[in-house]
């Protein structure tokens, strides 16, 4: 478990919008406030984590957009996956490209596994700063 933690040259907003990205990949909910809620502990703005969940590039500082825009090329296999690595590498290095793939993954562990296990069953609404956020149902990949 300790890759779900590992950050060392990757800002925070960077590093998490990749994982909020990855877990809204795959999960409507649950797992994707287990992200956010992480996100808020490591000191990500809400107002950032809020820019991420609705998709809204402009309301994102360039740190947090630069990991959103990443993480989304990746995980939906688009056509400017490369422009996004080598901005990420222009920022970053080689270490930001493999630090961002990993936080993009580790998004995505916990949904999985929780599908895995039969228990990925219902989407609830999450929950930011004790506000809930509408999250933009065309970054749900899995929506029940």
């Known amino acids: 478990m300790s890759v779900t933690r590992y950050r060392d040259v990757m800002p925070i907003e960077a590093c998490y919008a990749a994982k909020i990205v990855g877990a809204l990949a795959e999960d409507c909910g649950p797992c994707t406030q287990l992200v956010v809620d992480m996100a808020r502990e490591a ?6 984590i809020e820019a991420v969940l609705s998709g809204n590039a402009a309301a994102m ?10 993480a989304r090329a990746i995980a939906d296999r688009s056509a400017d996956d490369d422009a996004c690595r080598d901005a990420v590498r222009g920022q970053w290095g080689e270490k930001g490209v493999i630090e961002l793939t990993l936080a993009l993954q ?6 999985m596994v929780k599908a895995g296990l039969g228990h990925a069953k219902a989407c609830r609404r ?8 509408d999250v933009n149902p065309a970054l749900v990949a899995h929506a029940a």
């Open 126 to 133: 999450v929950v930011v700063a004790g506000r809930p956020v």
């Open 43 to 48: 000191g990500m703005r809400g107002d950032q």
């Open 106 to 111: 580790v998004g995505r562990i916990f949904p």
């Open 61 to 70: 500082a360039a740190t947090t957009q630069l990991g959103y825009r990443f």
